[in-house]
């Protein structure tokens, strides 16, 4: 199952190394990491999401992101009301013909063209993880997704 964790953590040099050598020291793979400084330029938040099996595991890397000197709190959203989002950039192919139909994608998914020319364009949206996917699906049907980047998913309580 998947887990988005959140950490607040002291804004360090070797914090996010430790904290990722956490996980990699236990077999755990990241799938997903954002971190950036709150508005406190001292502390970072981080959103991480892990594959973890088995809830005693979880709890035990909770456990041990607590014991690192520099972690504040330790988070997870899981069984949280929470509200998440990812960012993603995609340069597409399109035919001139398409230009309309591909910005009326954008009346079913919180995103717009940020650049165009000569066929290709380049989009950015927000949404949850099912929500990317699905613009994704639609976008494809349009050209070539020649290149795409994503952000870690981002996390908090509502």
Same mark, same amino acid.
């Given at each position: 199952m998947r887990h988005t964790i959140s950490v607040l953590v002291e804004n360090k040099f070797g914090v996010l190394a430790r904290i !990722?050598? &956490?996980f990699s020291a236990r077999g755990y793979n990241? !799938?997903?990491l !954002? +971190?950036?400084e709150t508005m406190d330029p001292t502390i970072s938040y981080m959103t991480m999401v892990v %594959? +973890?099996?088995d809830e005693d +595991? &979880?709890?035990q890397i909770k456990k041990q992101l607590n014991k690192l000197i520099d972690v504040i709190t330790v988070t997870d959203f899981t069984k949280r009301e929470h509200i998440d989002r %990812? &960012? +993603?950039l995609a340069k597409i192919n399109y035919a001139a013909k398409d230009k309309a139909k591909l910005e009326g994608i954008f009346d079913k998914f919180v995103g717009k063209i940020i650049h165009h020319k000569e066929g290709t364009a380049i989009i950015e949206a927000v949404g949850d993880t099912q929500q990317i996917k699905l613009l994704l699906d639609e976008l494809s049907k349009f050209g070539i997704i020649k290149e795409l980047v994503r952000t870690g998913k981002l996390a908090i309580s509502n």
């Open positions: !990722a050598g &956490l990241i !799938a997903s !954002a +971190v950036s %594959e +973890v099996k +595991v &979880l709890e %990812e &960012l +993603v």
